[in-house]
């Protein structure tokens, strides 16, 4: 049996699992999907891809920050001031950051180290309390997933062995974009899907060959969950996605991350600027 | 009755339409949509979206250009031999454009004059061809529909009376963005959908109120749409999508573009490289 080819249905379906709890840290995403699965009816197939919300990962990672305990640098003390920010806020975005990409009044975009370029390095300050934190503290903040491929990897394993199925799973998070109002969803990790579609070499309709078509195919599923999870509660974070076909690839959500040689956008300014 | 907030269903579907023909110049898209909708058995409901490609559009509004017609400017040829492209196609891009953007070898990213910052002003020389062309005419490049804003609204309010439901369109291009790899949908033409999802006001499961999140619904809807059309053939390049809900509003794509002021990419260089 060869693999199959990338490719999606006439019939694409989103189903965001219903009676998906308030997660607490050390939950086993592989019983949290799987209850949410049979909740729901639904039996993993090859070809399904499970998208999770980046922040059900990271609670259920535990990678909440009590703000009251962090000590802000006198960069971020310099920064926050500069900006009008929370100075420990700022600390904790520095720390996820490579680099600082642009500020603004109340704004602060850096690329963090997973090499994604957002507000606050991905830092959320809803949902981002500990089911267990004691009254009084905080406020607290979540961090993105330590290692979101390494995350994507584990459960579609998990997930690809319980359902002898050849799934694909992507992590997900909401960020804004140059250009355009608006946040959508971006894939910042995945595993077993193929992050990127290469349609280069197939042919339209008249026989051109497609010369520049590389589809974000794992940002795209994430988009499409992202309208089916919603933002204001965690409780949709999980979303079913069947009617993709894929070969399981080893990749990840770091094959999306333009290096910053071959982004135009990275430093250059337009040339119209330029003196 | 009172009208409808945004929202989205547990469950969404994308459908792409079957037996979509190529379009010729002068085909009516309520038809068009009508017809397939027909053939695939679905009645339009209230909260409904009819995703087409901007191709489609393009090839029913008669977008051809010759390429053998048009004659270079100074600047249009001096820009192409630089980059390494045919000096034709850089004419038919620069008159479409506002403001180059970026350019590199072989590449020119401009805002359109649609306020899309795309590579080649979303100018294609794939399924470009008229079906009544010439034998030896061409190569044919494919422009983006006039005013697709306009396009979008003409269509939402045939399919409206025809179906007596509320529904939504959206008109759609493929683009590359700054940082990622990959191209992904966008809506540059919307009618009825709010482009735009405010979720600012809302509150997440702790009561924390959320500040900083509007989603770009209109995008997300391209963009999981495009997954279902693909790249290669124009023949799935109309999308049925049914779970979302919102109020039918004027609007449009426009909406979506970020004015420069407001836009810490349009100009400016990251702090890093200020001197």
Redesign the interface.
Known sequence: MSAPTI??????????L?GVP?VAEGTDLADLVADGLARDGITLRTGDVVVLASKVVSRAEGRYVDLTTVVPSGEATRLAAELGKDPRMVELVLRETV??????PG?L?V?NRLG??C?NAGID?????PLDARAGSGPWALLLPEAPDRSADRLRQALASRFDAAVGVVITD?VG??????????AIGVSGLP???D?RG?????G?R?E??????A???A??A???A???????GIVHVR??SFPVVESGAS????PVNE???????????RS
Not at 7 to 16: H, I, N, P, W
Not at 202 to 206: C, E, Q, S, T
Not at 212 to 217: F, N, S
């Open positions: 490719g999606c249905d006439t019939r694409l379906e989103l189903r965001a219903s308030l680099e600082v990409s642009r500020t603004g704004v975009i690329k994604v370029v507000a300050v809803t949902n981002s309390r909401s974009r140059p250009f355009r109002f608006g946040t959508v969803g971006i992050p990127l579609w349609q197939a042919f339209d309709l008249f051109t497609l520049q078509t590389i589809t974000a195919l940002d795209q599923v988009a499409a992202d309208l089916v919603g933002q204001a509660a965690e409780r949709r009617g993709l094959a999306l991350v333009r982004d135009l956008y990275a430093r250059a300014v337009e040339p119209g600027a």
